[in-house]
């Protein structure tokens, strides 16, 4: 068996758990942390929903087998630490992962926390199982698991179909954390329990989310914090005068664009801010069972009517990223490189990208005087609302006149679940940093977050070959040709990579915000307050 190595482990930790040990002589217990939330969220329960607004505050409720690393600002492998597994190994093809499970560790309610926990939790995202979710929009994470077996209350074993390095990967996601089986799943959707450094004292919804201090916390010290309060402002510019006043001590980690960036910095030159790659997408979306997205020559017209740049300028000031489905790099690990996107339909020239496409609307008997009119929808939160304003624009220049559908995020998700629109302008956040995750959960045949509904098996073939794979180079450029096809089939247009950013104040000390996902940084166990 092979001990996989983590960052604790390797040469310098030493040094590194030293500079740790000197800065943890400064922290302060103590005092509410004030967070400004954009939305309010479906549910408590993070397996059941695929939005942020609901990883963000209750990924304190919770603990995973492992984590990445809360003070490495880049996800990878390499960065990922024990949470309630101590350590665990693989075999030698990588096709079984055993973990060693902490002892002592109790449930919010006082139950204790056993390998039984696990199994579960995995039945249920995978659909397996007595008990079972509302909805698993991650499913397809956990499709290669074939059993999992318990061993005692500590020890815990995943046999899988095929072998699959990138696994312990998925399960580090703020997505992946271990649930209280004991419990019923209502009751986890409106008052979670929990292993985390936080208890949920009050859920009022369209106003307000308080945590506690979980003071049996099985990792000694932790939190530092007395409780965390996340309130909700549907309104951004309330929100950022909220903040620059002084009344909340951190905004929502992706709120902030690079134009109220420049506002806070101007007004509050105080505040502690980072501006980088969410590993988030705007793309766009369109039902493939309904007329005219049906048919594959008109939504190949859609993909030639984008034009990324103007989107980047107006919306991010030039700092979004032009990108395929993976995030590009630097920031991203697995990101197909500028000379192969500019070969890839959709990309280049855009007037002749544009001209193309006028050419496919006039032969399918549309033009100036014959226009398609359709409605576009898309979620009533800013970072929808303003690409979707500028996409209405862009098509016009394809014969294509769509009104505006703004949805309340509550039914947004469950309405693109069910298919339950024509086309819409989306954003699709990567929970990690890896193809096993992207592809299969936003272009798998089935997977509930593949709102388009796109399904080629073949291809699917492909997404399983890339998952055996151990050696990183040889992965990565089958990835890129992966992606490449998926951007050929217009399987969901990817307009283009998002840049946003996070502020908080600068007494909030132990906070940092990562470049390649957003979903996977909000433990807040080592945040504390010095004031």
């Known amino acids: 068996m092979r001990r996989w190595i983590n960052p604790w482990?390797?040469?310098?930790?030493?040094?590194?758990?030293?500079?740790?040990?000197?800065?943890?002589?400064?922290?302060?217990?103590?005092?509410?942390l004030k967070v400004l939330h954009m939305d309010n969220p479906p549910s408590a329960s993070i397996h059941e929903e695929g939005t942020i607004s609901t990883v963000i505050p209750y990924m304190a409720v919770y603990n995973n087998l492992v984590m990445y690393d809360q003070h490495v600002a880049k996800n990878t492998i390499e960065s990922i630490v024990p949470d309630l597994a101590t350590s665990w190994t693989w075999n030698e093809d990588k096709s079984k992962l055993t973990f060693k499970l902490r002892s002592g560790v109790k449930w919010h309610d006082g139950q204790p926390f056993t390998a039984k926990d696990v199994k579960c939790t995995f039945e249920m995202a995978m659909g397996k199982g007595e008990l079972k979710f509302r909805k698993s929009p991650r499913d397809l994470w956990w499709n290669n698991i074939d059993t999992i077996e318990p061993k005692g209350d500590h020890e815990i074993t995943f046999h899988l179909k095929r072998p699959q390095p990138a696994l312990i990967a998925l399960m580090a996601s703020g997505y992946a954390p271990i649930y209280s089986c004991h419990v019923p799943q209502t009751l986890m959707r409106t008052k979670p329990i929990g292993t985390g450094p936080f208890k949920v004292a009050e859920i009022r919804p369209n106003q307000s989310i308080r945590l506690v201090k979980n003071t049996d916390y099985w990792k000694p010290g932790r939190p530092y914090l007395d409780a965390i309060e996340y309130t909700i402002m549907t309104s951004r510019s309330t929100r950022m005068l909220a903040f620059i006043a002084g009344e909340f001590d951190m905004t929502f980690p992706t709120d902030i664009t690079v134009s109220l960036l420049k506002d806070i910095r101007s007004q509050a030159p105080h505040a502690q801010c980072t501006l980088r790659a969410s590993n988030v997408t705007t793309n766009l979306i369109f039902n493939r069972e309904a007329p005219p997205f049906d048919n594959a020559e008109i939504r190949r017209a859609l993909?030639?009517?984008?034009?990324?740049?103007?989107?980047i300028d107006i919306l991010t000031e030039g700092q979004g990223i032009?990108?395929?489905?993976?995030?590009?790099?630097?920031?991203?690990?697995?990101?197909?490189?500028?000379?192969?996107?500019?070969?890839?339909?959709?990309?280049?020239?855009?007037?002749?990208?544009?001209?193309?496409?006028?050419q496919i609307m006039q032969k399918l008997g549309y033009g100036p005087d014959k226009r398609l009119k359709i409605k576009l929808s898309?979620?009533?939160?800013?970072?929808?609302?303003?690409?979707?304003?500028?996409?209405?624009?862009?098509?016009?220049?394809?014969?294509?006149?769509?009104?505006?559908?703004?949805?309340?995020?509550?039914?947004?998700?469950?309405?693109?679940?069910?298919?339950?629109?024509?086309?819409?302008?989306?954003?699709?956040?990567?929970?990690?940093?890896?193809?096993?995750?992207?592809?299969?959960?936003?272009?798998?045949?089935?997977?509930?977050?593949?709102?388009t509904g796109y399904c080629n098996p073949e291809l699917e073939k492909l997404f399983e070959k890339q998952m055996t794979l151990s050696d990183m180079e040889q992965r990565k450029k089958l990835v890129w040709e992966i992606d490449r096809l998926l951007q050929e089939d217009v399987a969901r247009p990817i307009i283009y990579h998002n840049k946003t950013a996070g502020c908080w104040q600068p007494h909030v000390k132990g906070y940092m915000l990562m470049v390649n996902s957003i979903y996977n940084g909000a433990r807040m166990e080592d945040v504390w307050m010095d004031k």
Request: glycine residues 10%; proline residues 6%.
């Open 378 to 451: 898309t979620r009533d939160i800013a970072p929808f609302r303003d690409p979707a304003v500028i996409f209405i624009d862009q098509l016009k220049e394809i014969y294509i006149d769509a009104d505006l559908e703004v949805i309340e995020t509550a039914v947004y998700y469950n309405r693109v679940f069910k298919k339950e629109y024509l086309i819409g302008i989306n954003q699709t956040g990567s929970g990690v940093d890896d193809p096993d995750q992207h592809f299969y959960e936003n272009y798998g045949c089935g997977s509930l977050r593949n709102y």
């Open 322 to 358: 032009v990108g395929a489905a993976m995030l590009p790099p630097p920031e991203g690990l697995w990101g197909m490189p500028p000379e192969d996107l500019v070969k890839v339909v959709g990309y280049g020239d855009v007037a002749k990208n544009r001209a193309e496409a006028r």
């Open 303 to 311: 993909a030639l009517s984008i034009d990324r740049k103007a989107f």
């Open 9 to 32: 482990m390797a040469i310098g930790g030493l040094a590194l758990a030293a500079a740790l040990s000197n800065a943890a002589l400064a922290q302060k217990s103590g005092g509410t």
